[in-house]
């Protein structure tokens, strides 16, 4: 019988704070939009005798992301030296915290598809800085310092995940709850966000660890899971075989969708750690902390709550609204236009969202604004336009800047709602329809809306979809019931 294995996995969570400033100095954190070595000074360039100074603000965020993840903030914590050489490090050593980092004990609650719940535990929080970014170019090679010392947090996860699902969950509610910080962007494609995976296997009911390994180089949630599954299933094979795992870091190979030896632990580095000589230790008042507990934005949770309760929606359409704090913001934003929020939520939730699947957009990129989705509503609202003129006027908006209220009027969109209009054409359908007002006088209680259903659409027909569908309803019973 085959043998019963187990993982155990591990992430390391690196991200960027959007202070605006460095960490250790006042230089601009814009490293992507501007020239390459313009965002330096001394200082962020590990001039000799150039000293570090805190960022209050990368304090202030740390300590909000740290709540988010329900961590214990370290009234005491100080910073060390990570000693290593490489290129795009200009100090040759990288500001951290070793043993006594700002934050610990925290949790991640995930929920998985079949519904279960778990509680992933976060090991720890630490401050620590970026590294500069190197850039090859045929067979030279660049160094860019623009990104050097932007502030960043590491998150080490507990080894409580056991799957791949469970890694992309705790990755997603773990990029969810600092978004709602508003304290980083978290987002893997601007490199705001990134992720290492230790993992390691075991047979099932064994206390003791495996050997692990730790994969860098991942690009996306997705190549996370991907690059978990595979390591689990070569590790096993590994074991079967009769091998060993050899403790080492790996790389993903996104091409190859496999994992590669990068190095292994005899030639890991001994970053001689000690503790930072240039900075304090640092301290945080319970005021200090007190105060940024009180300015924390709401969170998912909390939101989710409120938008039940203020915008009368059901719990299912609050959570799809609050899967993202944009997509919440720009709902909030509609609904307040709009006059009905619960079809507010209803465009959002279909037309809106289809329509940046289809694209591959976020909230942030759509053409519509969340106010001219509120005044679509609106017109629908105040029965100026049919709910099927709206979908029409909503793909016109995709591609029109106009304000919705000027392309009806403009456009000649708006309803007939003249009753002299709708009578004449209902007598129209009338008259070329005698079977089927035969058939609804003819008609049992119970069918006869159907056979109504079907006049009705005739007038919407002839009116092309204009005719306000209450007033048709209206004359058309008041007609066949003479
Ligand atoms: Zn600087």
Redesign the pocket.
Known sequence: MAREWEAVIGLEVHCQLKTGT?V????SADYDNSDPNT???????GHPGALPKLNKKVVEYAIKAGLALNCKINKESKFDRKNYFYPDTPKNYQITQFDMPYAEYGHIDIKLNSGREKKIGVTRIHIEEDAGKSVHAGEESFINFNRA?IPLIEIVSEPDISSSEEAYEYLNTLKTAIKYTGVSDVSMELGSLRCDANVSVRLKGEKTFGTRTETKNLNSFKAVAKAIDYEIARQIELIEAGGKVVQETRLWDEEAGVTRTMRSKEEAMDYRYFPEPDLVKLVISDEQLEGIRAEMPESKVEKIDRFIKEYSIPEYDATVLCSEVELADYFEVAAKGSGNSKMTANWIMTEVLRVLKDEQKGIEEFSISPEHIGKIVKLIEQGVISSKIAKDLFEKKLKDDRDPEEIVKEDGMSQVADTGVIENMVSEVLEKNPKLVEDYRNADDGRKPRVMKGLMGQVMKLSKGKANPQLVTDILIKKLSN
């Open positions: 460095k250790w100095c006042g230089c965002h330096t000074c001394p200082i962020c360039l010392s």
